[in-house]
């Protein structure tokens, strides 16, 4: 082979190992480029070039920002410190001492930084003392302002100053599926301030309990026996119910019902101003006449006067027993909760008209209502 026929071949040879000491290059620099960021710290080159450290402290994957923040860590800090533990004491004695001993406890809420808290009346019912435990510890012995057995509401006061009280809110702007956070006692104050969370499942429930009827705000947030007198808030912090009860039947769950604050309120005022709630009375005891008992004794439907109470609005106006009211104001009127909600409009000493059947005789009665507490 001459030289002209072994050249091509040399210089082919010659640019193979040129691309590859420009292709070690370029990787060599690539190498050196990610090298930081693949081990961090623990790169140290000859220049004395350390990586960056890669910092991993108080980072979240994913960082919290306003639009998933939950208002329930909001909720807990800020309307925790407000609900109070309350103990119902009564004296017990035998041979050897004589001792308060706790025959039930359940919650309450700090409305005023001096000391006035709200609760149920059956948390108190009864008492002969009444212990109230504060988030910070103290201990007080707590009056009774006022209660209330009908609305199931009462209101208590301690000695104190500079309490941390809850913002009460509007529960007549509730809407069902608004989330609400419940805050209170349950089995007692070995787990004070406990919070669940839930929705509003429904608003004006007609719930009877012990003959009384209630209308309740319903929620899934979870209510046990200790809960009662507590707070269920809204997303704003504001109380918008004072839990009260739980529907205990065996397999239902998340059942728990609260007294709407906007309901609650004027009877709060009137508890604190009175220490009682006025309410207008006829003055009668009574029963009603169904329809088939009205057929049977030939006599109207309504409300059957037994007995009249001496000094009673009925007693001054002339009514008597045997009258048979059927209306009030020209609503009609034939059980006794239409009654009740009837007269619940009216006010003591407001002037009504009664319409009675009085031996089969319709006859209208104007009268004064009484007062009852």
């Given amino acids: 082979m001459d030289y002209h026929e072994e050249y091509p071949q040399r210089r082919r040879y010659y640019y193979a190992i040129l691309i590859s000491v420009v292709s070690a290059v370029i990787g060599g620099l690539l190498a050196l480029g990610m090298a930081p960021m693949v081990y961090g710290d623990r790169l140290l080159n000859d220049t004395g070039y350390k990586a960056p450290i890669l910092q991993n402290e108080d980072k979240a994957l994913f960082p919290p920002s306003s639009m998933d923040y939950s208002p329930v860590v909001g909720i807990a800090e800020e309307l925790g410190p407000t609900v109070v533990g309350i103990s119902n004491l009564r004296v017990s004695s035998n041979i050897f001492n004589r001792g308060l001993v706790e025959q039930g406890s359940g919650s309450g809420i700090i409305i005023s930084e001096d000391g006035y808290i709200v609760t149920n009346y059956h948390v108190i019912d009864n008492a002969e003392r009444i212990q109230v435990s504060v988030a910070d510890g103290r201990q007080f012995i707590a009056e009774i302002k006022g209660s209330d057995s009908e609305t199931d509401l009462a209101v208590l006061k301690i000695e104190a100053k500079g309490l941390p009280s809850a913002i009460l809110g509007n529960s007549n702007d509730i809407k069902v599926g608004e989330l609400v956070v419940a805050i209170g006692n349950p089995l007692g104050y070995e787990f004070a301030r406990s919070v669940t969370v839930g929705v509003i499942s429904a608003k004006e429930r007609n719930i009877t309990i012990e003959d009384r009827k209630y209308k309740l705000i319903q929620t899934d947030a979870a209510i046990n026996p200790g809960n009662s007198g507590g707070a269920l808030v809204n997303s704003q912090g504001q109380l918008i119910g004072i839990n009260s009860a739980k529907l205990v039947i065996p397999g239902v769950e998340g059942m728990g019902f609260a007294i709407p604050i906007s309901d609650a309120k004027p009877v709060i005022d009137e508890l604190i101003d009175k220490g009682f709630i006025s309410r207008p009375s006829l003055g009668i005891w009574g029963f009603a006449i169904d329809e088939i008992t009205a057929n049977e004794n030939n006599v109207s439907i309504g409300i059957y006067i037994d007995k009249i109470i001496s000094g009673g609005a009925a007693q001054k106006a002339g ?52 007062e009852r507490r």
């Fill in 319 to 370: 009514l008597r027993k045997g009258d048979i009211i059927v209306s009030i104001n020209g609503t009609k009127i034939s059980i006794f909760d239409e009654l009740s909600d009837r007269l619940k409009q009216f006010k003591p000493g407001d002037k009504i008209t009664v319409t009675i059947m009085r031996e089969n005789v319709r006859k209208k009665v104007s009268l004064i209502l009484g």
